[in-house]
């Protein structure tokens, strides 16, 4: 028998029993880059090593020969868990203004997210190798236990110090922060809170960690004169009073474009008009909203010499068929002179 399988492999890499094959894998590789000879020029370097490798080895060694019946001790986890297990994911907010939502955009957007720190490779060492003690021991590698007396501390492995070799760069966090500039496209017809899917782009995964994806919720701008109801557009305009008596053809906006609309004739008075499918775009199986404008009558001021001939014109007409034209005046009329005839 080797003479390293004598000490617990699980103590010597610090992990607990049913611990999972990609977390023994990960241990593994974290130890044995710290303390690989070519990397660590500590003088216990190499033996730490040996024992490392040896330690791995035989935890492997007791999975691969454990009996087909046997209960197993350490669960394996599912195939299609591992498959989707990831890394942090990154939400954001896209802010766009209600014109770029309703016909899609480009937009640049810039964030930050971490990334192995180049000059340790991630391993979070590199540089002069320092030595602390350890404290649970003070230093002495023995502790004492209320059933055995002095026996060896477990942090430090009965060394009494540790020795690091801590990155400058990242203060041997392994990593850093990496400023990201990303192009993405805004397909139409996304509604605030709807979240933009951009996979891979979160955080870096690693040998056991696919990268996570990077999410963008909508926020659209409030718009001065379009409100957004669901997927109706909502909006109020002010328009001349004489268009809504002669039934005029008028300009409505949108927030892209504008649409020529004939009024019906009728009295001078709020009228609201229903567009249906000319609001917010749809999108998938959602449908497009409709357009709800309410009309605003605003009479003439301020008119010119010719304008107020023209006006003079049109009251002249009117005034031809007043009982037609204008029943509410002729109405008065004739109560007016009903009570003249009663006086007489």
């Known amino acids: 028998m080797h003479p390293e399988l004598n000490s617990d492999p699980y103590l010597t890499l610090g992990i607990e029993r049913n611990v999972s094959p990609a977390e023994l894998k990960r241990v593994f590789r974290r130890l044995a880059m710290r303390w690989h000879p070519d990397r660590n020029d500590h003088p216990e370097a190499t033996e730490r090593f040996k024992k490392i490798r040896a330690a791995y080895d035989a935890i492997q060694a007791q999975s691969d020969d454990a009996p087909p ?23 954001l907010n896209l802010e766009i203004t209600l014109s770029e939502a309703i016909s899609g955009c480009r937009k640049t957007i810039h964030y930050q997210r971490g990334a192995a720190c180049p000059r340790c490779d ?29 026996t060896n501390c477990l942090d430090c492995g009965g060394r009494g110090f540790f020795s690091e070799r801590i ?7 392994g990593r850093e922060i990496d400023d990201l500039s990303l192009q993405i496209t805004v397909p139409p017809g996304m509604l605030p809170g709807d979240d933009l899917r951009l996979a891979g782009q979160g ?85 497009p909203g409709d357009l709800r404008v309410k009309l ?46 009663g006086e007489s």
């Open 167 to 173: 990155c400058p760069d990242c203060a041997g966090s």
């Open 203 to 287: 955080e870096p995964g690693d040998e056991t960690l696919q990268p996570g994806d990077l999410f963008l919720t909508i926020v659209i701008h409030t718009h001065g004169v379009f409100e957004l109801r669901g997927r109706d557009l909502l909006l109020e305009m002010p328009v001349n009073a004489l268009a809504l008596i002669a039934g005029s053809k008028i300009e409505i906006p949108l927030p892209v474009g504008a649409l020529n609309v004939q009024l019906e004739p009728g009295e001078a008075v709020a009228r609201e008009l229903h567009l249906p499918k000319k609001g917010y775009p749809g999108r998938g199986k959602a449908g």
């Open 296 to 341: 605003r009558p605003v009479f003439p001021a301020h008119l010119n010499a010719k304008q107020r001939k023209l006006l003079q014109q049109v009251v002249e007409a009117l005034n031809v068929n007043v009982d037609d034209c204008l029943p509410g005046v002729a109405a008065w009329w004739r109560q007016v002179r009903a009570g003249d005839a």
């Open 122 to 150: 991630g391993t979070g060492e590199y540089g002069l190798t320092r030595t602390r003690f350890c404290k649970p021991c003070h230093g002495s590698g023995r502790v004492r236990d209320t059933k055995q007396g002095l």
């Open 69 to 91: 019946d046997a209960p197993v001790a350490e669960p394996e986890p599912e195939p299609e868990v591992r498959e989707t297990a990831r890394a942090a994911d990154i939400r």
